[in-house]
């Protein structure tokens, strides 16, 4: 019954992506004028909290996406980097007194530089060993964090993160913030579209179809592997400057291995390799989460059930191509056989 309810959202699915194929730009801009105006028309905060929850992982999801979907690689260390990022900005914005504009940059540039020591040791690696390298990566951030506590805080965390100002205009609740993370959201998802599109762009792809012959064509699989990991660690960090502004307390919790297949269930769910992928598959989990918070830890068994159907029924995710390589894995219905139908008229 389930299965069959999915195939059905599943289609109505592949007609949204046909339409938004046919009219990407009128939507995206309708899109946008309507979150522009969201705040000025609605006033509850719970919303808002949940629309801000959705923007941030936008872009974590969208940022792990760049590894995962782009380039082949398996990363499952996304919980790690969103940590550093966010320490980052505590630690600074509360020790040192810098301004979160400045510490942007920093954070995004300093996790990019862990994403290339991440990176390099493990070039040659693929599949389940690259993700057991970043698997545990995440956990020693994590543990770094909680016993670190002369600079972390250790269990106690980080409180009293100040607010981002702007113009000596103070950042402050989620209708505010909201337009914080709208615009984090725009900026990621048309740096990366360019950059997808560029020359980078192309080496990454040819890697994950097939590296032997991305290499025989010039392509410098280490340079462009190394590069793939700091770009999508870079935006992960900056947003998870984003976030500890946003929450201004942050401790090890935050960071547990589950943030990250939390991630990366987005991703799946979404379609891998796709720009709108991620953002669909956080509004999907992001709501999912809200409705399905009566039953608690249990909603995580929902997600497995989701993930499993998803890749039995769709294993490129909402927003992939039909025709797409992955899209030959997934359940399909059994063809007649060549010349099956032959001799009738």
Same mark, same amino acid.
């Given at each position: ?62 940022? &792990?996406? /760049?590894?995962? =979907?782009? *380039?082949?690689?398996?990363? @499952?260390?996304? $919980? !790690?980097? #969103? ?8 630690? &600074?914005? /509360?020790?040192? =007194?810098? *301004?979160?504009?400045?510490? @942007?940059?920093? $954070? !995004?540039? #300093? ?24 698997? !545990? ?209």
């Amino acid at each position: 019954m389930m299965a069959t309810v999915l195939q059905v959202f599943l289609k109505t699915a592949d007609h949204c992506k046909k339409l938004y194929g046919r009219h990407t730009r009128i939507i995206l801009l309708i899109l946008f004028l309507i979150l522009v105006l969201f705040p000025l028309i609605y006033s509850k905060s719970y919303l808002f909290g949940v629309v801000c929850r959705i923007l941030l992982y936008s872009v974590l999801a969208g940022a &792990l996406n /760049v590894i995962n =979907g782009y *380039s082949g690689q398996t990363c @499952l260390g996304a $919980a !790690g980097f #969103f940590c550093i990022g966010a320490y980052t900005e505590a630690i &600074l914005a /509360v020790n040192l =007194g810098i *301004s979160f504009w400045i510490i @942007l940059p920093i $954070a !995004g540039l #300093f996790t990019a530089c862990i994403g290339l020591l991440l990176a390099w040791p493990t070039l040659k690696m693929s599949g389940v060993y690259l993700s057991i390298v970043t698997l !545990g990566f995440s956990e020693i951030v994590r543990l770094i964090a909680l016993n670190w506590t002369e600079v972390t805080g250790g269990p106690m965390g980080i409180k009293g993160i100040p607010l981002p100002s702007i113009f000596g205009f103070q950042i402050r609740g989620s209708r505010i913030f909201f337009y914080l993370f709208l615009a984090l959201a725009v900026v990621f998802i048309f740096c990366t579209s360019r950059v997808v599109k560029s020359r980078i762009g192309r080496a990454w792809m040819s890697i994950r179809e097939d590296p032997l012959a991305a290499q025989s064509l010039g392509v410098e699989i280490s340079w462009y592997k190394a590069l793939n990991f700091m770009y999508g660690a870079f935006w992960i960090g900056i947003t998870g400057v984003v976030y500890a502004s946003y929450a201004r307390f942050i401790d090890s919790t935050f960071f547990t291995l589950d943030e990250g297949w939390n991630i990366l269930s987005m991703v799946i769910i979404g379609g891998q390799g796709t720009l709108v992928g991620p953002v669909v598959g956080a509004i999907i989990v992001n709501f999912l989460t809200e409705w399905l918070r009566p039953i608690g830890a249990w909603r995580m068994v929902a997600y497995a059930v989701l993930i499993i159907l998803m890749m039995w029924l769709r294993p490129q995710g909402l927003a992939g191509a039909s025709d797409s390589i992955l899209a030959e894995r997934g359940f399909r219905r059994k063809r007649p056989k060549p010349g099956a139908g032959a001799g009738k008229s």
